[in-house]
């Protein structure tokens, strides 16, 4: 278990970078899909899958499952608890990630502007190193307030499986 950070703009650097290998299981891939509500046939049928990606070897983990595990890490670990999300924008993936894959995402800090507001740049590669798709995000760090509250309630006492 990784315990969960909460990192103020103050705390932060242009080029500080944070990154993260997932996977994502079909259990996970089917409780996202009833969440939802993706009824893709490509999210649950291996014959479906295949037809719209002749070589895949599996069912095709939804694009969204992985766009907001990222997001979990904005307001998990990078910059942290009480991180505000503003946009997060990725390419379409070159190719399909599908259960048991893992694949290493990157956040890079680019810019840090008033009043809190990081922009990143986000790379997602396989496990080979071949990048899956690129993005960027923009996101409002917690305050040096919030820091306190949350270094005084939180730091000590939570554990998070990110």
């Known amino acids: 278990m990784t315990q969960s950070r909460c990192l ?5 650097e242009r080029g500080m970078r944070h990154e993260a290998r997932l ?11 009833e969440l ?3 009824q893709n046939a490509i999210h649950r049928d291996i014959d479906a899958a295949r037809k719209r990606f002749p070589d895949s070897p599996d069912i095709v983990v939804p694009g969204g499952l992985i766009q907001t595990t990222i997001s979990a890490l904005f307001g998990t670990l990078f910059p942290g608890d009480g991180t505000l999300g503003l946009t997060f924008c990725v ?10 894959d893992e694949i290493d995402v990157s956040l890079a800090i680019e810019r840090i502007g008033r009043g809190g507001i990081v922009d990143m740049v986000i790379e ?3 496990a080979e190193g071949a ?8 996101v409002v760090a917690p305050d040096p307030a919030y820091q306190q509250w949350w270094s005084e309630n939180v730091d000590s ?6």
């Open 36 to 38: 939802v509500g993706d």
């Open 157 to 162: 006492t939570t554990e998070t499986g990110c």
């Open 124 to 126: 997602v590669a396989d």
């Open 91 to 100: 390419e379409r993936f070159r190719k399909p990630v599908c259960p048991g």
């Open 23 to 33: 996977a994502f299981t079909r259990e996970q891939v089917d409780r996202y899909c």
């Open 131 to 138: 990048v899956l798709t690129t993005g960027t995000a923009r």
């Open 8 to 12: 103020t703009a103050q705390m932060l």
